[in-house]
């Protein structure tokens, strides 16, 4: 454990460089794959997960030979890693699979996708007479607003709605 270094992950670890020939691609998937199903019970198991989710998030126990591959300029030297070209522990194998399958972006972050921006024009658009006078009303009467019981509003509103009927 004192040999090893922690480094926080960036896109420097993650470049954009693709893989020259598709041979190479098809030769490295498939060793990929063999590693895989060689060690999947070992990188699978709850106690391997445990120790990997308890540490800090965006950080990674390295050894300075995976150290040296993440500063690397192609991809193919990271996939040298699930070749057993470079020694690296069980666990930081299982860190790299997990960093390897996570997504690189999220839909929640992008604008055009708000959820809240889709509500608000469509509350635009239907607003009518009615309601834009009474939202003018709320606004005017922000005292007496604030001093009303929502709780009771809330009851009254449930009996007026509801739908069942008591036979009894």
Do not use: C, W
């Not at 895989?36 to 198991?45: Q, Y």
């Not at 030979?65 to 194998?93: A, H, P, R, Y």
């Amino acid at each position: 454990m004192s040999e090893q270094k922690r480094i926080r992950l960036s896109g420097a670890a993650y470049r954009k460089q693709k893989l020259k020939r598709d041979e190479e691609i098809k030769k490295n998937s498939g060793s990929f794959e063999k590693y895989l199903k060689k060690n999947n019970e070992v990188l699978n198991n709850p106690e391997t997960h445990s120790k990997i989710i308890s540490e800090e998030p965006n950080t990674l126990e390295v050894t300075d030979s995976l150290k040296e591959v993440g500063n690397s300029e192609q991809i193919s030297d990271s996939i040298d890693i699930f070749n057993n070209e470079i020694n690296i522990t069980l666990e930081e194998n299982a860190k790299i699979r997990i960093i390897l399958t996570m997504p690189v972006s999220v839909a929640s972050g992008e604008r055009s996708f708000s959820k809240l921006k889709i509500i608000k024009n469509y509350l635009r658009s239907s607003m009518n007479q009615e309601r834009l006078s009474d939202l003018a009303t709320i606004s005017i009467e922000k005292e007496v607003m604030e001093n009303l019981e929502f709780k009771n509003l809330l009851i009254d509103f449930a009996q007026e709605k509801a739908r069942k009927i008591n036979f009894i």
